[in-house]
Structures are given as structure tokens and as C-alpha cells.
């Protein structure tokens, strides 16, 4: 997020880090990287020593998922992949703590650059996919239920009038809502058909936003608050499209055409609710709502990703 939240506040950052993680910590600074989380660097004497991230309440993260997902990279980490960077626990063994606004997690500081080529995720997935499940993992599940377009039509039949952008989201909406109510048919209708003793590991948001090039040459996977036990294609369909060369160097079993769609739908289903939501409530007019506002229109009126190499 390109805006620092009002709460938790700087010094309530350092003070949740000092106390659960390193005392030695001595300042936090704001980084607006990503969106929809919020996101600090911790150090001391200039030199950067965590990297500290809020996940705000939301019922796609819950404080019960976001633990599992932590403690199941952790494991999976000690179990040989070396690739992955989950948060560390603290003190009382838990990987996060409550704070104003959401959970808060603090991870290694890793020092390394986005990738200046795509594709080298594939034989890291690979080894992800392959991994034996830890208990602690999180089970996929659908989403979103059958009733969200009766729930948006009835959410948007009165005026949105809670920040500057309400009205625009709420026609982008009302204009979607038959393609919503397909959209989401059709993802429950595949949902139904998924065999859960064929799920494997998945990251869940694996492309270049959330992987880091090391100096060595590595390339590491962050971010693991998504990492759910899932059909394999979650993974593959966040890539989409990949060449025949990224096919072939993740070398795992052929996916499902339709679990890949399936999971475009999800992404999409799950962005608009959440901009929803956003929109519906008290907002304003900074870059991050912006970015709101763009990123629902994109995602009502995108066509799908293709599914074939390319």
C-alpha cells in the first residue's frame, strides 16, 4: 500500500517488534510495497533487520489461517525449501500477534531484487507442489457463495456515498452484476468437481510481486500468507499465460484446463468483492483508492487469461 495506515502507528509497530521479536530494534520506516497489506522495515542503527507486515482483519485472512500458513511454511522451510522465507515466531511461539487493524508477522530481512526475467518460479514450484503437506496448512475452499450477485444487487440499490469514488464503483458494479452471477456459477459448478486427495502445497500468489533474485543468483518465494493445500493449478493459473518452456521446465503432471479457469474466476470474484466492500465504506481519494478503483474495473471487464502455452 502506497499510504501508511492510521493505525497501527509507527511506534505501535516498534513496540510489537521489540517486544514479541528483537529488542534490539530501534526504529521502523514505512515501505509502500504491495497492496493490500501494510508493510515496515525494522532496524537498528540504520541497518535493516526485519521485514514487518500487517494483514488487516478481513475474512479472507483470518488470524486462524494466517498461523497455519506461517507455521506451515516454517515447516516446509525446515524440510528442504530452501526457497521459501516465512515469518519468524516469536517469543510465545506464534507468528503473529494482534495489533490495531489486523495480525501482525515479522520475516527475515531478505536483500535481494525483483527478477529481471520470468519463469525461474516454475522448478521451485515444482519442488512445492511435490512437498508432503504439513498439518498445520490451511485447506482451500471456495471463496465466494452462490448468493454474491443477489448480495452486490442488494448492496448497490441505494447510493454509495462514504468517499469520492462511491458512485463510480457502485455503476461499474451494477453494470457487472449478470457477468457476476455467471462468473460465479460457473466457478462453483468446477469447485464442485475438485478431488481433495489430489491437492498439493500451493503459494497462491507466486508470480514476480512476491519473489525476491538474491545476489548468488537464488530465487526465493515471499509472502506465504495464501499458502493453502489446493489443487495445483491455483498456483499455475496466478502465472497465466506461460510458454511451452515454462510447461517443460516445471515438469509436473499436465493441469486441468478448467481448474485453471477456475481459478482465474476465483481471483477475479475475489478482487471484486473485496473492492467492493472498500468502496461501499468510508474512503478517499488517494493513490492506493485509485488504484481500487482501476483495479475493479479491470477486473469486471478483462477478458479471460488464456489458458493454452503461448
Known sequence: MQQAPVEPSDAEVL???RRHWAPET???HYRAVGFGAHHWAATRRGQELLFV???PDA???TAESLEGAYRAGAELLACGLEFLVPPMPAGTGAFTVATAGGRLSVTPWVA???PAEDGGEAPLLAR???ATPPESLPWWRP???GDLADRLAAETAHPWDNGPHGEAARALLRDGLGRVARWTRDYLDLAARTDPATWVPTHGEPGVHNQLAMADGRLVLVDLE???LAPRERDLAALLPVDRAWWSAYGGPPADPGFLRMFDLEWRLDEVTQYAAWFAGPHGDSPDDRTALGGLREELERSDRPIEPV
Open 15 to 17: 513496540h510489537a517488534v
Open 26 to 28: 530501534d526504529a521502523v
Open 53 to 55: 507486515t500487517v494483514d
Open 59 to 61: 475474512p479472507r485472512h
Open 112 to 114: 535481494g531484487t525483483r
Open 128 to 130: 512445492l507442489h511435490a
Open 143 to 145: 471463496l465466494v457463495g
Open 226 to 228: 495464501s499458502l493453502k
